[in-house]
Nanobody
Framework: QVVESGGGSVQAGGSLRLSCVAS???????MGWFRQAPGKEREGVAA???????IYRDSVKGRFTISKDDAKNTLYLQMDSLKPEDTAMYYC???????????????????WGQGTQVTVSS
């Protein structure tokens, strides 16, 4: 089970932190954050491989930080310097194994949360 929280509405330049609580076994999984805006394809935002390596899409590098707390079975996405183009439904995903070069490809993930809305106003 994967459950996201922490979305909301902020002005441009603001910050939000998303949380994703997952089954204890997910501490061994590849995990990621994805987003989908109305009328657009779902896209990878940030992901963590099983070895802890984090990757980001270019448009969020330096602004977003993905992290895990295995003791709390929780994945986080700290989002700073938010922009209106970051507005989307954000999803947490997990899979037993995703190759490093495919971590931002949503089709590679088996387990998904219901999503949490992030809205950034200008």
């Amino acid at each position: 089970q994967v459950v996201e929280s922490g979305g909301g509405s902020v002005q441009a330049g603001g910050s939000l932190r998303l949380s994703c609580v997952a089954s204890p076994y997910y501490s061994l999984y590849s995990m990621g954050w994805f987003r989908q805006a109305p009328g657009k394809e779902r896209e990878g935002v940030a992901a963590i491989a099983r070895d802890g390596k984090a990757i980001y899409r270019d448009s969020v590098k330096g602004r977003f930080t993905i992290s895990k707390d295995d003791a709390k079975n929780t994945l986080y996405l700290q989002m700073d310097s938010l922009k209106p183009e970051d507005t989307a439904m954000y999803y947490c995903a997990a899979d037993p194994y995703v190759a490093e070069w495919l971590l931002l490809v949503h089709l590679e993930y088996k387990y998904w949360g219901q999503g949490t809305q992030v809205t950034v106003s200008s």
